[in-house]
């Protein structure tokens, strides 16, 4: 029996897509990838904020440890307002905690030209982070508040873990701009501020040890220090002032 397409004069076997039907399946394709695409980068930028949190925990972690093993009394912040060049102080941060960590302190890293630097995979770096113009890098900043190095503040020592309040809303370390050790919440648009790299979220290690995603406009990144019951910067008598 032959089919009625064959019988019929002028009626063409049909073997293949129209122009149309192609284009149908082109634009499903294209629609289906774009979908794709931005639940793979939701994804991504998901999986770089919980691992970026698992770093400041460390952190954290290593600065308790740090004041088990000081009399209470927490390394200290590093420079404050200015971008930072003294990196060889021992009792700094970046230099103190490291090796709690069993990782090399930051100034025998600067020694031997091995200052961390975005992309990559250390305890140094946020993976939303990107590289900045400057001598020596920091993806995280301790809070410019604690532990200061002015003579006038706390008898010029650093301070001490149970002196500065609850610990589960004080501010020990943030998502930091590139060239600055220690961040603070600044009027100036850029400078020391926290960075909001996760989903406009700044990242922040409290002194207990907690992570959590913080709206950027909620602590004054931008428009100036905005403190909260659940979000401090300054200790109890802190007379400290950015000058921001």
């Known amino acids: 029996m032959t089919s009625p397409s064959r019988d019929r004069p002028g009626c063409p ?119 900045f113009d400057s001598k020596y890098y920091w993806s995280y900043g301790m809070n410019m508040a604690l532990s200061v190095w002015e003579a006038n503040q706390n008898n010029g020592q650093p301070n001490k873990i149970t002196g500065v309040g609850s610990t589960a809303t004080m501010v020990l370390f943030a998502d930091a701009p590139g060239n600055y050790c220690s961040v603070f919440p600044s009027k100036s648009p850029g400078g020391y501020n926290p960075v909001p790299r ?18 950027p406009s909620y602590i004054g990144v931008g428009t100036g220090l905005i403190e909260h019951p659940d979000v401090r910067w300054r200790p109890p008598d802190s007379t400290w002032n950015s000058a921001q």
């Open 13 to 131: 076997d049909r073997t293949g897509f129209t122009l149309v039907e192609l284009l149908v399946v082109i634009g499903v394709i294209v629609l289906l990838m774009g979908i794709f695409l931005a639940a793979f980068a939701k994804a991504r930028q998901t999986a770089n904020s919980v691992s970026c949190a698992s770093n400041l925990r460390q952190w954290g972690m290593a600065t308790q440890m740090y004041a088990n093993e000081n009399n209470g009394f927490l390394p200290r912040r590093g420079q404050g307002v200015g971008p930072t060049f003294q990196i060889a102080r021992p009792a700094d941060w970046f230099n103190a905690l490291p090796p709690i960590l069993r990782m090399k302190r930051y100034m025998d890293l600067v020694g031997a030209e091995g200052v961390p630097r975005p992309p990559g995979s250390t305890l140094w770096l946020c993976a939303q982070a990107s590289d």
């Open 198 to 215: 996760h989903s406009n979220r700044v990242n922040i290690c409290f002194l207990d040890g907690h992570v959590e995603g913080i709206d």
